[in-house]
């Protein structure tokens, strides 16, 4: 008997994804999701963008994800479908963004049974997902998208993923909205609400004691919200402290404010890296101490007392042991410290830690960024202070592939605003760039994207120019194509003995002509001559374009701690020569 | 360790150690344990013994009960990492109570050759008050409970009696807090 309460798995889904406001999902069909498209089919609220290989769908959902600040969503079929998202959903793991991925599976009947198209989801999700799920009763299929997305979005955010066997999707029940269901506590870890108070009072205690503290500031602002950013600068105003961000906290303040250290770590700036090594109060909001931003732990920042503001549990004394804790939300904290600070009038205009900054002005002198632009070949750092200056007037986000090009984009592209800048840090995912502008225009539409890319991640993830076209995206591919592995040739220079094993990408397409059989647009800058016109033209053609910006093929990414090194052992130029000891304990590293 | 045996034990032989017990009380649902053994092989941790069983039917609660090494800051990430977990409602190192209790059941079969050896069996299972659960001509099977520490003790004495064949069975060890 028909019951008219009651809707097929594909439909709950649809009804769920609206009750969640969900207008885009990215993905790939294939059979053990048919039922799903025939669901999307016949609706409207929900734009479907078609990728061209599931990894694309999962980049655009975290690029989605992260110039909105929504929860991004993706829907691939069984077997391939999914394990070509694996290394996306590790990367939104590790960068802690919040996307919930609904795959296909194999009928229930035929689990276990090595059918076509069937692998073990959610065995191998496990592990690169913060929870996961396979729905084998249509029952609780309601309840279960529900709790993924207040899961994938609560405490420190992450990646879900639903598995729904194909006949869960034809089977029928009722539909529980939202706002029917009530969330058991301990399953969505949302962090306190309640502000340590304690914390509190000894935090503004030693910023009132110290004499050279330090902002340390990761993306676990950029997570916390706006609402984050906004009370981060008023407490750096009102102290007047130094700050340095992370690769994830570039845009949680401004880049070009005079207390902005920039980025500090593996490539950061010299005064960010030494300031961190010789302060005497060091406040941690939302980072992790990552390898890529301690350097040598045993000689992190020796003589600081740590304050660590983090929403995870578990990042509070993993790498290095911190003084002060505390597992609140930033935004809830850093609004707690300043109006402490205001109601008790505690001034610290006195304080103006003047012989800190004096200091910090020394090691800035070093112009650690500095570099030397000839007449003729294009030096990749011009080319990004150049579409930088050219594009900052303008409403843009910018996304990057990995290696050189990226670190360059974070040293001389300034940010602003908060999620504006997305790239992939923890895993270091090639071909991030691409799929994630595709995330980022459609939910940006009339804002710029760019993604500044090398060429060989650029053809990592190359298919995704037609997702662009298809939808009239108008993405622009900045690519500082030097014709080799950048970064794995500096490392190969530096480490060992410059034999550049498989590093030169060899037979590349002419990147113009590619754009046009895409239907996309093509320019070139060959030299320096060319450069701003071609920034320029690419910026004002309402169509994706691929720029492809003939730079130095041999310059390197500096400032750099090299692996193994400490903060105050950083080489500013190829003329630095690292401590043989370091090089050998370095090489074992990544 | 704080914790002690709910079986009196014949020598005190604990021993200071980086052993860990912790007990996790998580929701009884597919692939709680694959994520909490994940955890641990993803991580590097040890896991030294493990015993897992719903305790709770009507609320679908397992206790989960590891045993683990480590340095006290590993164990604190270890909890620190088990509670992430969705379906995990608690992990708490059993050292860190001020009360708590722990116990392991083992079962034994034991077989032996002559009276001389069924004598000093009977002697050290009556000494480590071990139940016979069988008992025929020449095979014994005996059941001993009380903490790793008493069991361990009670083995490393019949490994005293030459000529004897065992074989057993460990539930690790088990412990609840007060």
């Known amino acids: 008997m028909a019951n008219e309460n009651e809707f097929t798995g594909a439909d709950i889904l649809l009804k769920a994804l609206k009750d969640q406001e969900v207008d885009t999902i990215f993905g790939y069909p294939g059979g053990a999701v048919l039922p799903i498209y025939d669901a999307i089919f016949g609706q409207n609220f929900l734009k479907h963008v078609l990728v061209r290989q599931e990894a694309g769908a999962v980049h655009a959902a975290e690029g989605y994800a992260r110039s909105s600040g929504k929860v991004g969503v993706l829907l691939v079929t069984s077997g391939p479908g999914v394990t070509n998202v694996v290394t996306g959903l590790t990367d939104a793991l590790m960068d802690s963004i919040p996307i919930v991925c609904i795959s296909g599976q194999v009928p229930s009947h035929l689990i276990g049974t090595d059918a076509f198209q069937e692998c073990d989801t959610t065995g191998i999700t496990r592990p690169c997902t913060k929870h996961n799920y396979l729905v084998k009763d249509v029952s609780k299929l309601s309840e279960t998208i529900h709790e993924a997305f207040k899961i994938a979005s609560s405490g420190r955010p992450g990646p879900v993923l639903i598995d729904i066997p194909k006949d869960v999707q034809f089977a029928k029940s009722k539909y529980i909205s939202k706002k029917d269901i009530s969330f058991r506590e301990h399953r969505i870890k949302a962090g306190s609400k309640n502000v340590d108070k304690n914390f509190v009072e000894e935090l503004v205690n030693h910023i009132k004691k110290s004499e050279r503290p330090i902002f340390y500031v990761g993306g676990g602002c950029l997570n916390s919200g706006h609402e984050a950013s906004q009370e981060l600068i008023k407490l750096v105003n009102k102290t007047n402290i130094p700050i340095t961000t992370t690769l994830h906290g570039l845009g949680c303040f401004p880049g070009e404010n005079k207390s902005s250290l920039g980025m500090l770590g593996m490539h950061g700036n010299y005064e960010a890296n030494l300031a961190m090594n010789k302060c005497d109060l060091m406040i941690n909001v939302g980072a992790r101490f990552d390898d890529r931003v301690t350097g040598r732990l045993d000689a992190f920042s020796p003589d600081s007392i740590k304050f660590h503001i983090d929403i995870d549990q578990s990042s509070i004394n993993k790498n290095v042991k911190v003084n002060f804790h505390t597992n609140t939300d930033i935004a809830l904290t850093l609004k707690e410290i300043n109006s402490f600070i205001d109601s008790n009038s505690i001034d610290f205009g006195d304080k103006d830690y003047n012989n800190w900054w004096g200091q910090i002005n020394e090691w800035r002198k070093k112009e650690c960024l500095h570099y030397e632009q000839g007449d003729e070949v294009i030096k990749p750092q011009h080319a990004i202070s150049r579409l930088y200056e050219l594009t900052k007037q303008k409403d843009t986000f910018v996304t990057t592939e990995v290696g050189q090009h990226q670190m360059w984009a974070a040293q001389y592209y300034k940010f602003s605003k908060p999620n504006r800048w997305i790239t992939s840090g923890g895993l270091g995912t090639m071909g991030f760039g691409m799929p994630a502008a595709v995330g980022a225009q459609m939910a940006n539409p009339d804002s710029l994207v760019i993604d500044i890319a090398g060429e060989a991640s650029f053809l990592m993830n190359i298919q995704e120019i037609a997702t662009a076209v298809q939808y009239k995206l108008p993405i622009k591919i900045f690519i500082l194509n030097n014709e080799y592995m950048g970064m794995v040739r500096q490392w190969q220079e530096l480490l060992h003995g410059s034999r550049y094993s498989e590093s030169y990408v060899d037979a590349l397409p002419d990147f113009k002509k590619l754009a046009e059989s895409f239907n996309a647009v093509g320019v070139r800058a060959k030299n320096i001559s060319e450069l701003d016109d071609t920034i320029n033209e690419m910026i004002s053609i309402d169509r994706p374009v691929i720029a492809d910006i003939w730079v130095d093929k041999k310059e390197n990414c500096f400032p750099m701690i090299p692996s193994g090194a400490a903060h105050h052992e950083m080489l500013l130029s190829k003329y630095d020569k690292e401590n043989p000891e370091n090089q050998e304990k370095g090489k074992v590293l990544v | ?178």
Not at chain 2, 18 to 40: C, H, M, Q, T
């Open chain 2, 1 to 178: 360790m704080s914790s002690t045996s709910v079986y009196p034990t014949p020598i005190n032989a604990f021993k200071q150690s980086k052993r860990s017990v912790l007990s996790v009380i998580v929701d009884n649902e597919p692939g709680i344990l694959a994520r909490i053994v994940g955890l641990f092989s993803g991580r590097g941790y040890n896991i030294e013994a493990l015993n897992v069983t719903v305790v709770d039917v009507k609320k679908n609660l397992s206790r989960i009960t590891i045993e683990t090494l480590g340095e006290e800051k590993v164990i604190s990430q270890i909890i620190a990492q088990l509670e992430k977990l969705v379906p995990v409602h608690s992990a708490t190192n059993l050292a860190n109570l001020s009360e708590s209790y722990e116990a392991e059941i083992c079962l034994i079969k034991i077989e032996f050759e002559n009276d001389e050896q069924d004598q000093k069996i009977l002697n050290f299972a009556d000494i480590y008050r071990s139940r016979t659960v069988q008992k025929r001509q020449n095979i014994v099977v005996y059941e001993i409970s009380g903490t790793s520490e008493r069991i361990n003790k009670f083995l490393d004495d019949l490994d005293t009696i030459g000529g004897i064949k065992v074989e057993l069975v460990r539930s690790g060890p088990i412990g609840l807090g007060i």
